[in-house]
Each structure stands twice: as C-alpha cells, then as structure tokens.
C-alpha cells in the first residue's frame, strides 16, 4: 500500500525552480517525533540516490552534496507534509522524484532504512 504521495514534478528549464509536495496517502498515516522524512531521486538507467532528509523531532536537515545550496527540505508537522524546494535546476536533476520515511530515526541517507515510500513524481529539467 502506498502510504506518500508525491506532488509538484514539472519539465522546466535549466536554472529553473520546483517544489515538490509529499503528504500521506491518508490520515492513518502519521510522522513519530524520532521518524526521518527524505527525498530520494532516480534518473534513467542510474540507481536510487539519496537527495535530501529532515528529522522530524528537530527539524536538523541534511543534503547530498550534489544538491547543497540548490535544494531545500522543509518540514510541516501540522499536516504531516514534507516539501523540496528546488532551485537552479540542472539537467543532472532530471530524475523520478521519491518521497519516503525512516522510522529508525538514523542513516538518513540510506535508502534501506526507509520503508514507506511514494510513487513518485517526475522532474525533467531540459531546455
């Protein structure tokens, strides 16, 4: 079952911006102050990568150094929604955008660790 939807994917130019939207699938599901939230990507023929993660308790943040200072997580606790703000879009961005959560509380890079996950939303940033 799907448990995060994903929301905000767009073609846009290079140097562009984005912000995309996860939020639950629905209101049985719910973030635990030691849960993680992050943003993963997969482009074509390229496997999962981690982008972007916040931990829910203090809002510390965390980001793939490919994306630093382009790309912002922020966290909204009151609707149990994460976002991903995206700015100078390149076309190494373009990728399926995923949305997951880390009920371990660490390893916020880890993919493994995130057992609840959307389907996705397409970015392709392309001139």
């Known amino acids: 079952q799907v448990k995060l939807v994903e929301s905000g994917g767009a073609v846009v130019e290079p140097g562009g911006s984005l912000t995309l939207t996860c939020v639950p699938s629905?209101?049985?599901?719910?973030?635990?102050?030691?849960?993680?939230m992050g943003w993963f990507r997969q482009a074509p023929g390229k496997e999962r990568e981690f982008v972007a993660a916040v931990t829910w308790r203090n809002n510390k943040k965390f980001y793939a150094e490919s994306v630093k200072g382009r790309f912002t997580i922020f966290r909204d606790a009151h609707y149990n929604a994460v976002s991903l703000q995206m700015n100078s879009l390149k076309a190494d961005d373009t990728a399926v955008y995923y949305c997951a959560r880390n009920t371990y509380g660490s390893m916020h890079a880890d993919g493994l660790k995130y057992a609840d996950w959307g389907r996705g939303t397409q970015v392709t940033v392309t001139s």
């Open positions: 629905d209101s049985t599901f719910v973030i635990y102050s030691s849960h993680i």
